[in-house]
Structure formats: C-alpha cells, structure tokens
C-alpha cells in the first residue's frame, strides 16, 4: 500500500485526535517500519489495520467507522492533491465511473508497483453500480471514499452496500427522487 495512505492516516489522527494518539498508536501497534512513512514508500496495509485497530481500542470508536471516516477525509485530500482529476467532471457518479480508466490508469503511470483495488462500474438509468475487489479487503475504506464523492458533488445519491459470496462488494448508487 502507498505510503501516501499512510501518511494521510497519521494526519487525520492528529487533526481528530492529537499528535499524542499519534505517538500512542503507533508504539501500541508496534509496525514494522516503525510509524516512518514516506508518501512515495510502499508499506504492509497490515501496518493500517494495526494502527487503526489501536485507534479503536483507545478511541472506543468501532474499527470500520474510523476506517469509512479516513476514507471520506481521504477523498477531501485527494481532490486537494490532485485536483485535475476532477477537472469538467459534473457529478459523483461521473467521477465514480472513471476510477479505474482514468484515476487508476494514472496511478499506475506514476507507481507502476501500486497495488490497488479493482471497481467494475456499471451505469444505470437510476445511478451507478460499483463492484470493488481487493485482497486487502478494506470495503469501508471504499465505501468512505465513495461517501466523500458523493458529498463533494453534492449530488442526491443514496448509497446501499451489498456484500458479495466472493468476498467482493457491490456499492449500488441511486438517484434520490
């Protein structure tokens, strides 16, 4: 996983939290790199789900909550970092559809070694379909993404989460009427 993720993750912590959770997270979760992230680095998600597990445990806040809250607070970081990305794009669902021929393809270009997740983007008449797959399984992450977009956009969307038998997700976004 990019380091970038994790330097983001450090960041919210301690603009939610303090720099002293910062520090207490990670010598909890004890990781490997020892809590020193580059954004350009690659890194064990495990290092993630470690930190984060040690947030719950001390925040009293549920894993996937704190998970699907960096997610949107890392949708605002992105659109900040890389605004061309969002360049003429009218609506969530527009951007959405474009993850994986777009942002992912650009990604690639600059971390040829990113491991990312895959979305399978169906439009519909109503809104989107999303199937995300990753071997990491971080679905909150996704779905905190997504919730980020939708807000950004300010688009009336609602948003359901369907889990799949193979372990993939399917994020079904409608139009409200």
């Known amino acids: 996983m990019k380091g970038m993720v994790f330097t983001e993750f450090l960041e919210m912590v301690e603009s939610t939290f303090s720099a002293d959770m910062v520090d207490d997270i990670i010598d909890d979760s004890a990781p490997p790199s020892g809590g020193a992230y ?26 996937p909550a704190l998970i699907h809250g960096f997610g949107t607070h890392l949708f605002g970081r992105f659109h900040a970092l890389y605004p061309r990305f969002f360049d003429g794009i009218p609506s969530a669902v527009d951007f959405l ?5 777009v942002i992912h393809t650009e990604v690639r270009k600059l971390y ?3 491991q990312l997740p895959s979305f399978d983007c169906v439009r519909r008449d109503d809104g989107l379909d999303m199937v995300y797959a990753s071997p990491r399984h971080f679905g909150d992450l996704a779905e905190g993404l997504i919730t980020g977009a939708i807000a950004h956009f300010g688009d009336p969307l609602g948003l359901t989460r369907v889990n799949l038998p193979d372990g993939s997700i399917r994020f079904e976004l409608r139009h409200k009427s």
């Open 97 to 101: 559809f474009g993850i994986e021929s």
């Open 112 to 114: 040829p070694d990113a």
């Open 38 to 63: 580059t954004s350009v680095g690659t890194y064990d998600h495990q290092e993630l789900v470690g930190m984060v597990t040690a947030l719950s445990a001390r925040s009293g806040l549920p894993v």
